[in-house]
C-alpha cells in the first residue's frame, strides 16, 4: 500500500474528501474550531482514488490527530495511516498522541484500544456545544447511536 503526505496537487480532492465525510472542512474538538483546509498529514490512494485520510497536527509538543477516515475498511489502510502517524511523532521526538471520538463510533473504539490507544478523558454532552458552531452534526450517530460525548484517547509512543 502506497502512502502519501498531503500536498498542494492533492489538496482540493482531500478536502473535498474531508467534506464529504465530515459535513465541512471545519472539526469541532473540544468545543475548539479547527480548520482543516490546510491541515497536515497522509492519504492512500490506488487506482480509483484516494482510500484513507489521517490528518494531525503538532501542538503543545503532542500529535493531534484531528480526523482518520479509511474507505475500503477492513483491509490494513486505517492501520497504516495510524503507523505512519507514529513514525512521524518518533522522528520528531513526540510522546504522546492524542485524539476525539465519540460514544457512538464504535468501530473507532474498538479500532483505536486494539492499536493500543487508552481512554484518557470524557466529555460529557459535548456534542450539544460542537452543533452550536456546527450545526450539520447529527442527532444520531454510527449505528442509530444518539451522538452525544467526546471520548478522548491517548497513545505513547
Ligand atoms: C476506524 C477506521 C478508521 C478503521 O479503518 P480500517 O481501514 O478499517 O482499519 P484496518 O483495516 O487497519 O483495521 C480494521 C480491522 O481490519 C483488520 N484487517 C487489517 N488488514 C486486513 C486484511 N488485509 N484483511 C482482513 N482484515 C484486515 C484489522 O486487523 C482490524 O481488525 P480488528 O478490528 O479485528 O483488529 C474506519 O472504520 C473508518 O474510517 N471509520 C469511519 C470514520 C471514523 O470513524 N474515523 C475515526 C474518527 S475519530
Redesign the pocket.
Known sequence: MKIYRIDQNSRKKINDLVTD?WYSLDMIVRGERIDLSDADGWYTADEGGIT?LLTFRIIGGEMEIL????L?????????LLDTAVSEARDKGIERIV???TND?I??L??YQ?FGFDMCGFFRNALDRSRKLKPEIPLIGTDGIPLKHEIEMELFV
Not at 480526523?67 to 479509511?70: A, E, F, G, K, V
Not at 475500503?72 to 497504516?80: C, P, Q, R, V, Y
Open positions: 465525510r484513507g480526523s482518520l477516515d479509511s475500503k475498511e477492513n483491509k490494513g489502510i486505517g492501520t497504516a485524539l476525539i471520538t463510533n468501530r473507532a474498538r479500532f486494539k
